[in-house]
Nanobody, 122 residues
Framework: QVQLVGSGGGLVQPGGSLRLSCAAS????????MGWYRQAPGKQRELVAL???????NYADSVKGRFTISRDSAKNTVYLQMNSLKPDDTAVYYC????????????????WGQGTQVTVSS
């Protein structure tokens, strides 16, 4: 009913930058929050950054000062600007949205993107 399409991943050298984007589509009434999660091989999935509809922003300690999350509410899109990338940032990054949709009735559901691979290596 609600689809999220993420993009922007790739291979980058340490210290480089990458910008991820994720657009939500479907019978969307409103989006309460959008964020990014990541999971590296053998590690637990973690929240990277979260932006709520009222403007609250939360970052994982490991990315503070390096990553910036932003939203374009008119386009139902969330971005993650990733600077000063480190090898430890290597992971599959998933976008997530807390969505109120009509399908055909009102329903609040989580939605997930397909994941985009970010690899930081020299």
């Amino acid at each position: 009913q609600v689809q999220l399409v993420g993009s922007g991943g790739g291979l980058v050298q340490p210290g480089g930058s990458l910008r991820l984007s994720c657009a939500a589509s479907g019978s969307i009434v409103s989006i309460y929050a959008m964020g990014w999660y990541r999971q590296a091989p053998g590690k637990q999935r973690e929240l990277v950054a979260l932006a709520t509809s009222i403007g609250d922003i939360n970052y994982a300690d490991s990315v503070k000062g390096r990553f910036t999350i932003s939203r374009d509410s008119a386009k139902n899109t969330v971005y993650l600007q990733m600077n000063s990338l480190k090898p430890d940032d290597t992971a599959v990054y998933y976008c997530n949205a807390d969505v109120l949709a009509k399908n055909p009735f009102m329903n609040r559901l989580p939605a997930w993107g397909q994941g985009t691979q970010v690899t930081v290596s020299s």
